[in-house]
């Protein structure tokens, strides 16, 4: 079984920053591609970026400049950079993982979420 805690969240300014970490544990061999993923009040979970084993990386429009997605394998940790911050970054932000499990083969994990608030 592999758990995934994020921290980082909070209320910021727009024209703020913040940045989010997610730090997996458990019994992993190998973490593939991680990624971050936001649901606003109202609407469907979305997509906000990714990062493969090798750096490469992607990321949705509307964040492409202002966001960056980094990775710590030695500490089994992926972090958010989120800068020039705008209300409708609003949301709750998801950690996902690719995982191939000691015990439970290649699965895809998620963490609980934490909330990013941007409001003046």
């Known amino acids: 079984q592999v758990q995934l805690v994020e921290s980082g969240g909070g209320l910021v300014q727009p024209g703020g920053s913040l940045r989010l970490s997610c730090a997996a544990s458990g019994s992993i061999i190998r973490i593939y591609t991680m990624g971050w993923y936001r649901q606003a009040p109202g609407k469907q979970r979305e997509l906000v970026t990714t990062i493969t084993s090798s750096g490469n990386t992607n990321y949705v429009d509307p964040v492409k400049r202002r966001f960056t997605i980094s990775r710590d394998n030695a500490k089994n940790t992926v972090y958010l950079q989120m800068n020039s911050l705008e209300p409708e970054d609003t949301a709750v932000y998801f950690c996902?993982?690719?995982?191939?499990?000691?015990?439970?083969?290649?699965?895809?994990?998620w963490g609980q979420g934490t909330q990013v608030t941007v409001s003046s």
């Open positions: 996902y993982a690719q995982v191939h499990d000691q015990r439970a083969g290649l699965r895809g994990y």
